[in-house]
């Protein structure tokens, strides 16, 4: 028997017809559905890609002199004199035994202005 | 009725119609090349779906340098070889089973005796391979294989030649 006949027949087949207008519609909607993952993929990467940006621009900022760190919060504390020191050590004692409540004197300790203090403290010195 | 050119440029000029019309006309080829090479009707229906989508982004810049039904055959041929390697995997692993008798059209004897074809196509090499299956899954003349290949005609009868010669030792 011819061999090339033989693999025709092997390959051989009676069905080829297919609902056109469903053919389309699955197409289409296989197509669209291929656009949003491709729009969705891409939009990951930009993402991810700004992410790192950011990060590298934010890691650049960093530095190794620790004094760029120092809140300034703790300026006021450094410039205390011993007199002021002394004076607000004994005013927390003072508050913390009339009142009882050591959060009520932090508190009140947060307020106070202590340059004030400080400058007047500075003017008994002088 | 129009040409495949002139729907290929309604296309291109924002007609969607045009191109869902170009769908219906190459159908009915495109969907028997798959069924024929893979016999299973669900399978052959995605191959053909993913020609004709990468047929839709190809043809808003397709410049008419080929005739529309070649580059379709190319794009087939493509296509199969790709399946034929993703088959190759599936074999490997074991993934490969056989498709319920609803969806084909042959008997589990032929459907087995065609996958051993493939199978056998799928391993020789990439020209041989190309022809072979426009021969068998298209019945292409050789002038059209020829065409589609950027070959001359004898050079695709050899290739053919070649290609049954070695089937024949593999399926004997």
Known sequence: ?126 | MKSDKELIKEFQGGREDAFNELVKRHLPDTYGFFIKFTANLVEAEDLAQDVFIRMYKALKKFRFESEFKTYLYRANINMSNSYLRRNKWRNLLHLDQAPEPAYTDTSQEDEWRRKELWDAISKLPSKQRKVVTMRIAQEMPYKDIALVMGVNENSAKVSYHHAVKSLKDVLK
């Open chain 1, 1 to 126: 028997m011819n061999f090339e006949k033989h693999i025709k027949e092997i390959t051989y087949s009676n069905v080829n017809s297919l609902d056109e207008s469903i053919f389309l519609e699955k197409l289409h909607s296989k197509r669209r559905r291929r656009d949003i993952k491709k729009f969705r993929i891409l939009n990951g990467l930009s993402a991810a890609v700004f992410v790192s940006l950011l990060g590298w621009a934010s890691f650049s900022q960093l530095t190794d002199d620790p004094m760029i760190y120092v809140s300034n919060d703790l300026k006021p504390m450094e410039i205390m004199d011993i007199e002021t020191e002394i004076y607000v050590y004994e005013l927390a004692d003072y508050l913390v035994d009339t009142s009882d409540d050591i959060w009520e004197t932090l508190a009140f300790l947060d307020e106070m202005n202590f340059e004030t203090i400080a400058i007047k403290n500075n003017r008994g010195l002088e």
